[in-house]
């Protein structure tokens, strides 16, 4: 069965305090990974697309990598302004297969 | 560039009514479009999607239907709302090409009375 599946569900930290959020994947024939960042009441915005095994996005204080199981979304001395939920998506055939997210705080 | 549309924001209704969500599309031609919802904490549950015009696909079995009655104009519908339709609906395209990802637009919180 496909699935997708984030952890944790939720993390706090303090700014500048760096740390990593985990997307692991179950699916056949994976066309592509996708991370996007959803503030409350939003709908999710566009971040980052990997593709195969092995690579790597930046954007500013965040960076996603990709191998053959999972993704990671690492932050990096994150501001308050990066708290928000992070979802995890992939994608087999024309469909998309979400993860429940990571909500972030960051607390200054 | 790209933009999507979906209207209302926020939707009150009483049980047993209809519903008509709205979603368009500007800036591109044929895209896939897709309607998820969304529960408090949760992930997005797919509902429908078309990769064309008269083309709906149907993942989950419910009180709610699609429908695209032009290329980049995508209806949620409901002809009686259930208490369990309550959440928040968003509407998302990608390009008809594969491998692209999705963007949604601000999405319609619905609540059931």
């Known amino acids: 069965e496909d699935q997708v599946t984030q952890s944790p569900e939720a993390l706090r930290l303090q700014e500048g305090e760096s740390s990593s959020l985990n997307c692991s994947y179950t699916?056949?024939?994976?066309?592509?990974l996708f991370w996007y960042r959803q503030d409350p009441g939003k709908g999710p915005e566009f971040l980052f697309t990997?593709?195969?095994a092995g690579e790597e996005k930046e954007k500013e204080r965040l960076k996603a990598t990709l191998t053959k199981k999972e993704s990671f979304l690492h932050i990096t001395a994150p501001k308050p302004e990066d708290s928000a939920t992070y979802l995890c998506?992939?994608?087999?055939?024309?469909?998309?297969?979400f993860g429940s997210g990571t909500k972030l705080n960051v607390k200054p | 560039s790209q933009t999507i549309h979906q209207w209302p924001a926020t939707l009150v209704q009483p049980v047993g009514s209809p519903l008509s969500l709205e979603c368009t599309v500007e800036?591109?031609?044929?895209?896939?479009l897709y309607w998820y919802r969304q529960a408090a904490g949760r992930g997005l549950q797919l509902l429908f999607y078309?990769?064309?015009?008269?083309?709906i696909s149907s993942e989950v079995p419910q009180n709610l239907s699609a429908s695209r009655p032009q290329d980049r104009q995508f209806i949620l519908s409901s002809k009686k709302l259930l208490l369990s339709d309550s959440g928040f609906y968003l509407c998302?395209?990608?390009?008809?090409?594969?491998?692209?990802?999705?963007?949604f637009g601000d999405g319609t919180r619905l609540s059931i009375l």
């Open positions: 998302a395209w990608s390009p008809p090409n594969r491998d692209q990802p999705q963007h």
């Open positions: 699916v056949s024939g994976l066309r592509g």
């Open positions: 990997l593709y195969s």
């Open positions: 998506a992939v994608q087999a055939t024309n469909k998309f297969y």
């Open positions: 800036g591109t031609s044929n895209p896939n």
């Open positions: 078309s990769v064309g015009i008269g083309q």
